[in-house]
């Protein structure tokens, strides 16, 4: 039962792009939605986290947009770098971390 | 350096032994999570820990897991009887109790089961 639904699996964008990755969720019980980045044999760690009272949260190149009412979310990464090729969980807590499938982004040179 | 360490990295086992994993917290976090990995997926959760107390468990873990937190500070995982459905990465995680959104995640510990 997968609580949390992220899409794409997996994103190529080209240097300087902005991918954007989107999740929805059912729970509204949720207090919190972090988006989490992974890089090969690393554990997660906490990129950016947003409350559902807000709609965006922006640090440096990385924003979140919220849409309660809709109950999805979505991660842009403004000037993508080669250096943020890496997997991409979004997420949900309510104490602990739900997260989403991943999405494996890769940004070309 | 003071993150969350895990020990031993990689663990290789034959089907039907038993298995114990360990986690050291960052010192002053009060809660410490466990969540397994398998190939392409994101982690999902287990169970956690507040201080000594375990708090909630996944029904993902069966009666073969078994978790401890004896004194609130390191924590061990331990897989009876493992199954080759058991390979996986076994995670760890702690945070402060109010903010468990940031958790700090250590490196893992890859259990193959043959």
């Known amino acids: 039962q997968q609580q949390v639904k992220q899409s794409p699996q997996s994103l190529i964008v080209q240097k300087g792009g902005i991918p954007i990755i989107n999740c929805a969720y059912e729970?509204?019980?949720?207090?919190?939605f972090p988006w989490y980045q992974q890089f090969p044999g690393k554990g997660p760690a906490l990129l950016i986290a947003?409350?559902?009272?807000?709609s965006e949260k922006k640090e440096g190149r990385f924003t979140i947009s919220f849409n309660k009412s809709a109950k999805q979310f979505s991660l842009h990464i403004m000037d993508s770098q080669p250096g943020d090729s890496a997997t991409y969980f979004c997420?949900?807590?309510?104490?602990?971390?739900?997260f989403g499938k991943g999405t494996r982004l890769h940004i070309l040179p | 350096d003071t993150g969350v360490s895990q020990d031993p990295r990689h663990k290789i086992t034959k089907r039907g032994q038993n298995v114990t994993f360990r986690c050291d917290p960052i010192?002053?976090?009060?809660?410490l999570y466990w969540y397994r990995q398998t190939l392409g997926q994101g982690p999902e959760f287990l169970t956690y820990?507040?201080?000594?107390?375990?708090?909630?468990k996944s029904r993902l873990l069966s009666d073969r897991f078994s978790a401890e937190r004896p004194k609130g500070s390191f924590s061990t995982l331990e897989i009876q009887r493992t199954e080759q459905g058991d390979s996986a990465m076994y995670l760890c995680?702690?945070?402060?109790?109010?903010?468990?959104?940031?958790?700090?995640f250590g490196p893992g510990t890859r259990l193959t089961v043959t």
């Open positions: 729970n509204t019980a949720f207090d919190y």
């Open positions: 010192s002053e976090h009060n809660r």
């Open positions: 820990f507040q201080n000594e107390a375990q708090l909630e």
């Open positions: 947003i409350r559902p009272d807000v």
């Open positions: 997420a949900a807590t309510l104490d602990k971390i739900i």
């Open positions: 995680a702690s945070s402060l109790m109010g903010v468990s959104y940031e958790q700090y």
